[in-house]
């Protein structure tokens, strides 16, 4: 038996022997697979397990999803990040009920032209739920291909691709489902990024990496570009009827609920300008603390500061008066988290 095939065999015994109790493993229909895929899109399995369920619960099948409402769906993101992710799963949902008469298709090719789903989801999707031998190449499977096979290349966009074409060769014919599995599972569990536990590793005796002394070494990631850091001015403004929150339509916030701010470490009188110019004149109260929130290539470091509006204004269009219900049942992104728990403890005082 070669290598490769070896790598199969081995990864889909050890699967079968025992991993862990997932709650999408239980019922791998293709709604269900697709729905924990996206959800684990940058996110730990523990994590995404409460959400998982909520958002089964809430939108049981891809008819329920295409029909969503989007705060709800947002909601039930909320915390998660990504957003478009969510948006995505609903657009998607409704070209499935349109194309499709409600069920995924089966095939990569079909599944691919879904709005967000990539290479490796249509192949997790199409292996898992439909037992096509596809590969669903990510982070996981990259680590540990190329520690098994001792890859010292950088793994740049043009790498990936060629490992992609060559996983294509690599999953087994009789169980691909499995195997896909077996590779999330090794990479979460045992291949690790960091101080990999070879010597609970089925592939330890034929792996390259452990061979040569240093796993960890491998895969060789391209530089990281640096990330850019953002100052931004938070303002809270609290009137008669609660704290003012705007709806964002950008592309990255789009239906999601924030406070008024702007870039830049402001002064509270460019602030109170700010303010005036969006149609609610407020007077500043006190800074109420830094925040800081990491995205991949950009981390905000916040200002957060208190106003008291001047007048019994109407919200401006797109924005609202939240109180303290409201501004908990909203879909805020995670980035103003200390925002919104400041503006709850400020409103229970009164
Ligand atoms: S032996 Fe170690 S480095 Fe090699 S695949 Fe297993 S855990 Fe990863």
């Not at 990040?81 to 090719?109: C, D, F, K, Q, T």
């Not at 003012?244 to 009188?269: I, K, S």
Request: hydrophobic share 40%; with cysteine.
């Amino acid at each position: 038996m070669g290598k490769e095939e070896q790598f199969g065999r081995q990864l889909t015994a050890w699967y079968a022997e025992g991993h862990r109790d997932l709650p999408w493993r239980s019922a791998p229909g293709a709604y269900e697979v697709w729905i924990s895929e996206i959800m684990l899109q940058q996110t730990r399995a523990e994590t995404v397990i409460p959400y998982y369920r909520r958002f089964l619960a809430l939108f049981p099948d891809v008819r329920a999803l295409a029909d969503s409402d989007e705060t709800e769906l947002l909601k039930a993101w909320e915390g998660l990040g990504y957003y478009s992710r969510a948006r995505n799963l609903r657009r998607a949902a409704r070209e499935i009920e349109e194309r499709y008469g409600g069920e995924l298709p089966a095939s990569v090719a079909e599944l691919r032209r879904l709005p967000g789903i990539g290479d490796y989801t249509a192949g997790a999707i199409a292996s898992i739920a439909f037992g096509v031998p596809a590969p669903a190449v990510d982070g996981n499977f990259e680590r540990v291909w190329c520690r098994y096979f001792g890859i010292g290349k950088v793994m740049d966009p043009e790498a990936r691709k060629q490992l992609a074409r060559d996983a294509e060769d690599l999953v087994p014919r009789d169980n691909p489902g499995a195997f896909a599995n077996a590779v999330m599972e090794l990479g979460a569990t045992v291949c690790l990024p960091r101080s990999p536990k070879c010597g609970q590793c089925p592939l330890a005796g034929e792996c390259s990496a452990k061979a040569q002394g240093d796993p960890e070494a491998l895969p060789v990631k391209p530089k990281k570009k640096g990330q850019r850091v953002e100052l931004r001015s938070q303002m809270l403004v609290f009137g008669r009827q609660g704290v003012l929150l705007c709806r964002r339509e950008e592309r990255l916030l789009q239906g999601l609920f924030v406070f008024p701010d702007r870039e830049g470490d402001l002064t509270p009188e460019q602030m109170c300008e700010a303010l005036e110019e969006m149609g609610v004149p407020a007077a500043y109260e006190e800074a109420l603390g830094p925040a800081r929130h990491v995205f991949t290539h950009i981390i905000w470091e916040m200002r957060i500061h208190a106003f008291r509006a001047l007048e019994d204004v109407p919200a401006p269009e797109g924005a609202l008066w939240a109180d303290a219900g409201t501004l908990s049942a909203l879909p805020l992104p995670s980035a103003v988290r200390a925002a919104k728990e400041l503006a709850l403890t400020r409103m229970s005082r009164g």
